[in-house]
């Protein structure tokens, strides 16, 4: 038999969240952002559970390839653009829309013999100091690309570096407007955060990614998922593979970091960091064992953890443990360990099975 570690993938929180975001941004089209493999839930679910979306976007070439082998007809977006002429061909043939960022791009389009014309989006730097053209640029950006027989539409796009924090976006978001105002193009500007400020923000393509899995985009301690009217799409378990007794003095696992106090009981876990759990994950960090709540101690393993039983008699070898899901929220573990919950989610490893609900 397989380990008990398993992925359950709820599609229909999927088709929640999407629905939510179009509650939101009522206005725009949507698309919904599933680079990293669906953010480690499987580009098949994401199919499935994403179904009204208007567009997918997302980074990896051969996935958006494995969107058309699943039947999807409608637009791709590539989020980091070409890397190649190979690439603009693939572009080309496979209909999917390209994020142009660097000259290069421009360049490498210029030379290139393409089968039909490619949709750009082109990516303009208001503040995030990573990929795109200054907004200077933009009428000479623009005129190149829109003289390029190869180019079919045109949209103007930017990327909010602060929109989880309040109001720290509205710098960014007047400059995309200084030099997108006027023009004849449509605009794409919301991440997650940002669309749950869309009356302010606006624009005619949104680009949710981690709230369409249910995990929050800010804080979970000042504004949880839960309160964001968002569901968990993965549900991560697995079951209690052996019971330690612990004497007073008696150490647990490698380095010996947890020392039991009492008399206690623990139990070890079938789930390690070559699963996807975080290794940096501290004694204390939730975890449901048979529903009940008890804590994580020790140090995480590559395939073992340990957690504290003392209190759950009823607790036995076979238990049923959640990691994180539907009951115990990603981003509360993801606090707990120092990071965000889009680490989790996308740190869930190709060993652990996914199961789509």
Same mark, same amino acid.
């Given at each position: 038999?397989?380990?008990? #570690?398993?992925? !359950?993938?709820?599609?229909?929180?999927?088709?929640?969240?999407?629905?939510?975001? $179009?509650?939101?941004?009522?206005?725009?089209?949507?698309?919904?952002?599933?680079?990293?493999?669906?953010?480690?839930?499987?580009?098949? !679910? !994401?199919? &499935?559970?994403?179904? @009204?979306?208007?567009?997918?976007?997302?980074?990896?070439?051969?996935? !958006?390839?494995?969107? /058309?082998?699943?039947?999807?007809?409608?637009?791709?977006?590539?989020? @980091?653009?070409?890397?190649?002429?190979?690439?603009? &061909?693939? =572009?080309?043939?496979?209909?999917?829309?390209?994020?142009?960022?660097?000259? @290069? &791009?421009?360049?490498?389009?210029?030379?290139?013999?393409?089968?039909?014309?490619?949709? %750009?989006?082109?990516?303009? *730097?208001?503040?995030?100091?990573?990929?795109?053209?200054?907004?200077?640029?933009? /009428?000479?950006?623009?005129?190149?690309?829109?003289?390029?027989?190869?180019?079919?539409?045109?949209?103007?796009?930017?990327?909010?570096?602060?929109?989880?924090?309040?109001?720290?976006?509205? @710098?960014?978001?007047?400059?995309?407007?200084?030099?997108?105002?006027?023009?004849?193009?449509?605009?794409?500007?919301? *991440?997650?955060?940002?669309?749950?400020?869309?009356?302010?923000?606006?624009?005619?393509?949104?680009?949710?990614? #981690?709230?369409?899995?249910?995990?929050?985009?800010?804080?979970?301690?000042?504004?949880?998922? =839960?309160?964001?009217?968002?569901?968990?799409?993965?549900?991560?378990?697995?079951? #209690?593979?052996?019971?330690?007794?612990?004497?007073?003095?008696?150490?647990?696992?490698?380095?010996?970091?947890?020392?039991a106090g009492k008399p206690e009981r623990i139990a070890v876990i079938a789930a390690g960091y070559a699963d996807?759990?975080?290794?940096?994950?501290?004694?204390?960090?939730?975890?449901?064992?048979?529903?009940?709540?008890?804590?994580?101690?020790?140090?995480?393993?590559?395939?073992?953890?340990?957690?504290? %039983?003392?209190?759950?008699?009823?607790?036995?070898?076979?238990?049923?443990?959640?990691?994180?899901?539907? *009951?115990?929220?990603?981003?509360?573990?993801?606090?707990?360990?120092?990071?965000?919950?889009?680490?989790?989610?996308?740190?869930?490893?190709?060993?652990?099975?996914?199961?789509? $609900?």
């Amino acid at each position: 038999m397989p380990r008990p #570690i398993l992925a !359950a993938i709820d599609t229909r929180a999927m088709a929640h969240n999407l629905a939510r975001v $179009r509650h939101l941004c009522s206005s725009a089209r949507i698309h919904a952002v599933v680079k990293a493999d669906a953010y480690g839930h499987g580009i098949a !679910a !994401a199919r &499935q559970g994403f179904s @009204e979306a208007d567009g997918f976007s997302l980074i990896e070439i051969e996935r !958006a390839i494995e969107l /058309r082998q699943l039947g999807w007809r409608g637009p791709i977006l590539l989020l @980091e653009g070409c890397f190649s002429a190979l690439d603009w &061909q693939a =572009a080309s043939e496979h209909r999917f829309d390209v994020v142009v960022h660097t000259d @290069e &791009q421009i360049a490498t389009l210029a030379t290139t013999p393409l089968s039909r014309r490619v949709n %750009v989006h082109v990516k303009f *730097n208001t503040g995030m100091n990573r990929l795109g053209f200054s907004p200077g640029r933009s /009428r000479d950006v623009l005129t190149r690309l829109s003289s390029n027989a190869a180019v079919g539409e045109l949209t103007l796009m930017t990327h909010f570096a602060r929109a989880d924090e309040p109001d720290q976006h509205l @710098e960014q978001l007047k400059r995309f407007r200084d030099l997108s105002d006027g023009l004849p193009y449509a605009t794409s500007v919301a *991440n997650s955060a940002a669309c749950f400020d869309f009356e302010r923000v606006g624009g005619d393509w949104v680009r949710p990614g #981690i709230m369409l899995y249910g995990a929050t985009p800010f804080s979970h301690a000042t504004r949880p998922a =839960a309160a964001l009217g968002l569901i968990p799409v993965m549900t991560l378990s697995t079951e #209690i593979i052996g019971i330690q007794h612990l004497r007073p003095g008696d150490a647990v696992g490698y380095g010996g970091t947890y020392v039991a106090g009492k008399p206690e009981r623990i139990a070890v876990i079938a789930a390690g960091y070559a699963d996807g759990y975080p290794r940096h994950a501290p004694t204390g960090t939730p975890i449901l064992v048979g529903g009940h709540r008890t804590r994580l101690v020790g140090r995480v393993s590559m395939d073992k953890i340990t957690v504290d %039983v003392t209190d759950l008699p009823l607790a036995q070898v076979g238990t049923k443990v959640e990691l994180w899901g539907a *009951n115990l929220p990603v981003d509360e573990v993801a606090e707990a360990a120092g990071t965000i919950g889009y680490e989790l989610l996308t740190a869930v490893a190709p060993r652990v099975p996914r199961l789509l $609900r």
